[in-house]
């Protein structure tokens, strides 16, 4: 029996790290509210309903994950979802008004994209501008720029002689459309460059204690600055899918986008404070933040709760991590 104590002692504490594990304890809420959603009304568990969610969280899911990185370095980046909106509007703008090949304005569309990265950098990183002032101001500027090019009318990307674009985003593989196949490579991508490669241990170590980063060498400035222009080129990119697989310019396109995106990330444990972050976990956070509002529409709640519940699951990941802060430095 007493042989048995310390075996039972280990496999308590390995239990104990395992739930403390970012994936899980994001995975264990997601779970929760699908279950209890689906004793009230079993068709929310089924094939259709997720197939359909599937389709929309690759677009939320790859402008999470460009949320992340500046979070990632300590900072904030609040314009993540117009900038998808600018993206869009733009790519359709030039095919449509201006006949250019879907290539050449998608490539524009993603330098605009990172000189937007650019401008919120220097203001935050070289002049001191709060990030969250810099990029609301970000934010309100591109958002009512989306209506210089939208001209009060949408821009139908399949009217156009020869836009191709339309049978790719409608073919699937494995069940799948092309937007989550991108999603899950640029995650896959993500995933190496954070956790596999000395960049990503250096953007890891400047958002944890970035005094120690710069004396160990690391160029914190330039890793915030490349955080910044790496949120706004993966928000342009979700812009520029949904765009794409809709056929249509939208000017309402990634209005709310950020909120949704910042909540995920929190849920899915990336710290605010910066230092931590988990692709994984982002990609769980979104489908949390998904499931809770597609519980709401099956619930027959208001629609207007989904405001309130993406406020209370941030507000809970916020108050999870500041308690895991608090035993870090108790520890």
């Known amino acids: 029996m007493q042989n048995n104590q310390p075996l039972a002692r280990a496999n308590a504490s390995a239990f104990r790290r395992f739930l403390r594990l970012d994936e899980v304890s994001v995975t264990i809420p997601l779970l929760v509210i699908i ?3 689906t004793v009230i009304r079993p068709d929310f568990f089924t094939i259709r309903n997720f197939s359909a969610m599937f389709t929309q969280i690759p677009f939320i899911a790859v402008c999470a994950l460009g949320a992340a990185f500046p979070l990632m ?18 790519t359709a703008s030039f095919v449509c008004d201006l006949g250019w090949s879907t290539e050449a304005a998608i490539l524009f569309s993603l330098i605009c994209c990172v000189v937007i990265g650019l401008v919120n950098g220097l203001l935050v990183v070289h002049f001191g501008v709060p990030d969250f002032v810099a990029t609301m101001g970000t934010l309100y500027i591109v958002g009512g720029a989306r209506y210089l090019f939208i001209k009060g009318y949408q821009f139908a990307l399949d009217k156009v002689p020869g836009y ?3 049978v ?3 073919s699937s593989f494995l069940g799948m459309h092309p937007p989550f196949w991108i999603m899950v490579v640029l995650f896959a991508v993500a995933f190496v460059a954070i956790k596999k490669t000395l960049w990503g241990r250096r953007l890891l170590a400047t958002g944890d204690n970035r005094e120690v980063a710069v004396l160990a060498g690391i160029p914190a400035k330039k890793m915030r600055m490349t955080a910044y222009i ?7 990119v979700a812009g520029i899918m949904l765009t794409l697989d809709l056929g249509l310019g939208l000017p309402e396109t990634g209005d709310g986008w950020e909120f949704r995106a910042i909540a995920a990330c929190v849920v899915g444990g990336v710290s605010l404070s ?8 982002i990609l769980i956070g979104v489908l949390l933040v998904f499931a809770a509002e597609n519980a709401i529409i099956f619930l027959g709640l208001p629609t207007t709760m989904r405001v309130a519940v993406q406020g209370a699951l941030m507000a809970g ?14 520890a």
């Open 35 to 37: 279950f209890l959603t």
């Open 73 to 90: 370095t300590g900072n904030v980046d609040i314009s993540t979802g117009r900038v998808a909106g600018f993206a869009g509007i733009i």
């Open 164 to 166: 191709q674009y339309t």
């Open 168 to 170: 790719f985003f409608k």
């Open 230 to 236: 790496i949120s706004a080129v993966l928000s342009g």
């Open 274 to 281: 910066g230092g931590k972050c988990s692709p994984m976990g």
């Open 317 to 330: 990941a916020v108050l999870f991590d500041i308690y895991k802060q608090k035993r870090k430095v108790a």
